[in-house]
Protein backbone atom coordinates (compact mmCIF):
# COMPACT_ATOMS: atom_id res chain seq x y z
CA UNK A 1 0.00 0.00 0.00
CA UNK A 2 1.30 3.43 -1.14
CA UNK A 3 1.53 6.31 1.21
CA UNK A 4 -1.44 7.94 -0.39
CA UNK A 5 -3.33 4.74 0.36
CA UNK A 6 -2.27 4.48 4.00
CA UNK A 7 -3.53 7.98 4.31
CA UNK A 8 -6.60 7.85 2.80
CA UNK A 9 -7.09 4.33 4.79
CA UNK A 10 -6.57 6.45 8.22
CA UNK A 11 -8.82 8.83 7.81
CA UNK A 12 -11.70 5.99 7.39
CA UNK A 13 -12.52 5.52 11.00
CA UNK A 14 -12.27 9.13 11.57
CA UNK A 15 -15.32 9.68 8.49
CA UNK A 16 -17.06 6.72 10.17
CA UNK A 17 -17.57 8.16 13.36
CA UNK A 18 -18.39 11.71 11.66
CA UNK A 19 -21.12 9.45 9.25
CA UNK A 20 -22.23 8.08 12.96
CA UNK A 21 -22.36 11.22 14.55
CA UNK A 22 -24.28 12.90 11.75
CA UNK A 23 -27.09 10.08 11.93
CA UNK A 24 -27.91 10.24 15.27
CA UNK A 25 -28.00 14.18 15.25
CA UNK A 26 -30.76 13.84 12.24
CA UNK A 27 -31.93 10.49 14.18
CA UNK A 28 -32.15 12.57 17.23
CA UNK A 29 -33.84 15.83 15.48
CA UNK A 30 -36.55 13.60 13.92
CA UNK A 31 -37.62 12.36 16.84
CA UNK A 32 -37.98 16.03 18.84
CA UNK A 33 -39.69 17.01 15.85
CA UNK A 34 -42.09 13.72 16.10
CA UNK A 35 -42.72 14.31 19.79
CA UNK A 36 -43.17 17.92 19.50
CA UNK A 37 -45.98 17.04 16.63
CA UNK A 38 -47.65 14.46 18.56
CA UNK A 39 -47.84 16.68 21.98
CA UNK A 40 -48.50 20.19 20.24
CA UNK A 41 -51.98 20.29 21.14
CA UNK A 42 -51.73 18.31 24.41
CA UNK A 43 -49.19 20.87 25.80
CA UNK A 44 -51.52 23.65 25.14
CA UNK A 45 -54.30 21.60 26.29
CA UNK A 46 -52.39 21.85 29.70
CA UNK A 47 -51.27 25.40 28.89
CA UNK A 48 -55.20 26.40 29.40
CA UNK A 49 -56.14 24.18 32.22
CA UNK A 50 -53.31 25.98 34.06
CA UNK A 51 -54.66 29.45 33.76
CA UNK A 52 -58.06 28.58 33.73
CA UNK A 53 -57.91 26.32 36.90
CA UNK A 54 -60.82 24.77 35.50
CA UNK A 55 -61.36 20.39 35.22
CA UNK A 56 -62.03 19.23 32.06
CA UNK A 57 -64.22 16.38 30.36
CA UNK A 58 -62.97 13.04 31.18
CA UNK A 59 -61.89 11.51 27.68
CA UNK A 60 -60.14 14.79 26.65
CA UNK A 61 -58.27 14.34 29.79
CA UNK A 62 -57.39 10.91 28.69
CA UNK A 63 -56.59 12.17 25.05
CA UNK A 64 -54.04 14.68 26.52
CA UNK A 65 -52.59 12.40 29.11
CA UNK A 66 -51.70 9.55 25.82
CA UNK A 67 -50.39 12.07 23.83
CA UNK A 68 -47.90 13.53 26.66
CA UNK A 69 -47.06 9.97 27.07
CA UNK A 70 -46.65 8.52 23.29
CA UNK A 71 -44.05 11.74 22.97
CA UNK A 72 -42.31 11.02 26.29
CA UNK A 73 -42.04 7.35 24.39
CA UNK A 74 -40.09 9.14 21.14
CA UNK A 75 -38.02 11.61 23.64
CA UNK A 76 -37.42 9.86 27.12
CA UNK A 77 -35.10 11.93 27.98
CA UNK A 78 -37.20 15.66 27.48
CA UNK A 79 -37.50 16.75 31.47
CA UNK A 80 -40.28 19.26 29.81
CA UNK A 81 -42.71 16.62 28.68
CA UNK A 82 -42.48 14.99 32.37
CA UNK A 83 -42.91 18.70 33.52
CA UNK A 84 -46.26 18.97 31.07
CA UNK A 85 -47.49 15.85 32.48
CA UNK A 86 -47.22 16.80 36.21
CA UNK A 87 -49.13 19.95 35.31
CA UNK A 88 -51.82 17.78 33.97
CA UNK A 89 -52.09 16.37 36.99
CA UNK A 90 -51.42 18.63 39.31
CA UNK A 91 -54.03 21.14 37.87
CA UNK A 92 -56.32 18.07 38.19
CA UNK A 93 -55.66 17.67 41.49
CA UNK A 94 -56.15 21.23 42.69
CA UNK A 95 -59.70 20.85 40.43
CA UNK A 96 -60.64 17.73 43.27
CA UNK A 97 -58.62 19.67 46.23
CA UNK A 98 -61.45 18.34 48.63
CA UNK A 99 -61.51 14.79 47.81
CA UNK A 100 -58.57 13.55 49.38
CA UNK A 101 -58.19 10.23 47.87
CA UNK A 102 -58.24 12.02 44.02
CA UNK A 103 -56.24 15.01 45.62
CA UNK A 104 -53.59 12.04 46.66
CA UNK A 105 -54.12 10.08 43.95
CA UNK A 106 -53.44 13.18 41.03
CA UNK A 107 -50.53 14.91 43.36
CA UNK A 108 -48.37 11.37 43.62
CA UNK A 109 -48.76 11.05 39.70
CA UNK A 110 -47.44 14.43 39.12
CA UNK A 111 -44.99 14.29 42.28
CA UNK A 112 -43.19 10.85 40.09
CA UNK A 113 -42.73 13.09 37.04
CA UNK A 114 -41.49 16.17 38.72
CA UNK A 115 -38.92 13.91 40.31
CA UNK A 116 -38.49 12.15 37.43
CA UNK A 117 -37.70 15.83 35.21
CA UNK A 118 -35.58 16.56 38.03
CA UNK A 119 -33.35 13.57 37.01
CA UNK A 120 -33.01 14.88 33.60
CA UNK A 121 -32.58 18.36 34.63
CA UNK A 122 -31.76 18.96 38.58
CA UNK A 123 -31.33 22.82 38.64
CA UNK A 124 -34.97 23.65 37.42
CA UNK A 125 -36.16 25.87 40.02
CA UNK A 126 -39.88 26.15 38.82
CA UNK A 127 -40.15 22.05 38.99
CA UNK A 128 -38.89 22.26 42.77
CA UNK A 129 -41.46 24.63 43.36
CA UNK A 130 -43.63 22.23 42.42
CA UNK A 131 -42.25 19.44 44.13
CA UNK A 132 -43.08 21.68 47.16
CA UNK A 133 -46.59 21.91 46.17
CA UNK A 134 -46.77 18.22 45.24
CA UNK A 135 -45.25 16.98 48.42
CA UNK A 136 -47.51 19.76 50.59
CA UNK A 137 -51.08 18.33 48.92
CA UNK A 138 -49.59 14.52 49.68
CA UNK A 139 -49.23 15.74 53.86
CA UNK A 140 -45.69 14.81 53.27
CA UNK A 141 -43.15 15.66 55.84
CA UNK A 142 -42.45 18.81 56.22
CA UNK A 143 -38.55 18.49 56.06
CA UNK A 144 -39.31 17.43 52.65
CA UNK A 145 -41.30 20.18 51.65
CA UNK A 146 -38.85 22.23 52.93
CA UNK A 147 -36.09 21.41 51.32
CA UNK A 148 -37.67 21.40 47.77
CA UNK A 149 -38.82 24.98 49.36
CA UNK A 150 -35.39 25.97 49.56
CA UNK A 151 -33.98 24.28 46.01
CA UNK A 152 -36.44 26.77 44.54
CA UNK A 153 -35.81 29.50 46.03
CA UNK A 154 -32.22 28.92 45.05
CA UNK A 155 -32.51 27.75 41.50
CA UNK A 156 -35.05 30.69 40.87
CA UNK A 157 -34.39 33.52 43.27
CA UNK A 158 -36.44 35.80 40.94
CA UNK A 159 -39.41 33.96 38.97
CA UNK A 160 -42.35 35.69 40.26
CA UNK A 161 -44.63 32.75 39.70
CA UNK A 162 -42.08 30.82 42.16
CA UNK A 163 -41.94 33.37 44.41
CA UNK A 164 -45.62 33.47 44.95
CA UNK A 165 -45.63 29.46 44.91
CA UNK A 166 -42.98 29.86 47.73
CA UNK A 167 -44.56 32.69 49.62
CA UNK A 168 -47.87 30.17 49.34
CA UNK A 169 -45.70 26.97 50.97
CA UNK A 170 -44.49 29.41 54.05
CA UNK A 171 -47.47 30.63 54.84
CA UNK A 172 -49.30 26.87 54.79
CA UNK A 173 -47.11 25.25 56.53
CA UNK A 174 -46.66 28.47 59.07
CA UNK A 175 -46.30 27.33 62.31
CA UNK A 176 -43.68 24.62 60.88
CA UNK A 177 -41.59 27.30 58.57
CA UNK A 178 -38.55 27.90 59.81
CA UNK A 179 -36.61 31.11 60.72
CA UNK A 180 -35.27 31.31 57.17
CA UNK A 181 -38.78 30.95 55.41
CA UNK A 182 -40.47 33.64 57.84
CA UNK A 183 -37.80 36.14 57.66
CA UNK A 184 -38.07 35.57 53.83
CA UNK A 185 -41.59 35.87 53.78
CA UNK A 186 -42.07 39.29 55.41
CA UNK A 187 -39.06 40.97 53.20
CA UNK A 188 -41.35 39.82 50.49
CA UNK A 189 -44.08 41.59 52.02
CA UNK A 190 -41.98 44.20 53.11
CA UNK A 191 -40.36 45.17 49.20
CA UNK A 192 -42.89 43.68 47.46
CA UNK A 193 -44.88 45.70 44.77
CA UNK A 194 -48.45 46.30 44.75
CA UNK A 195 -49.44 42.96 43.57
CA UNK A 196 -46.92 41.00 45.33
CA UNK A 197 -48.41 42.40 48.55
CA UNK A 198 -52.18 42.48 47.32
CA UNK A 199 -51.48 38.16 46.41
CA UNK A 200 -49.20 37.94 49.87
CA UNK A 201 -52.41 39.36 51.88
CA UNK A 202 -54.95 37.46 49.93
CA UNK A 203 -53.06 34.41 50.79
CA UNK A 204 -52.10 34.57 54.58
CA UNK A 205 -55.91 35.75 54.93
CA UNK A 206 -56.90 32.48 53.23
CA UNK A 207 -54.33 30.44 55.36
CA UNK A 208 -55.57 32.17 58.50
CA UNK A 209 -51.93 33.37 58.95
CA UNK A 210 -52.45 37.41 59.05
CA UNK A 211 -50.11 38.21 61.59
CA UNK A 212 -47.38 36.26 59.33
CA UNK A 213 -46.97 40.02 57.43
CA UNK A 214 -46.64 41.75 60.78
Avoid: C
Avoid at 62 to 80: C, E, H, M, V
Avoid at 191 to 213: I, M, W
Amino acid sequence: MNSSARRLAATLPALALVGLMAAWTLWHGLAVLRADMVSAAARQNVNDWALDGQGWDRQTWKDTRQALLSALAITPDDPALHDYLAQLYITQGVVAWDIAEQREAFFAEALDHLLASLRLRPEDGRTWASVAQARYALGQPTGDIQQAWQQARKFAPREATVQQALASLVLGTWDQATPDMRGWLRQQWLHGTAPVRAALLEDAKRFGQPQALE
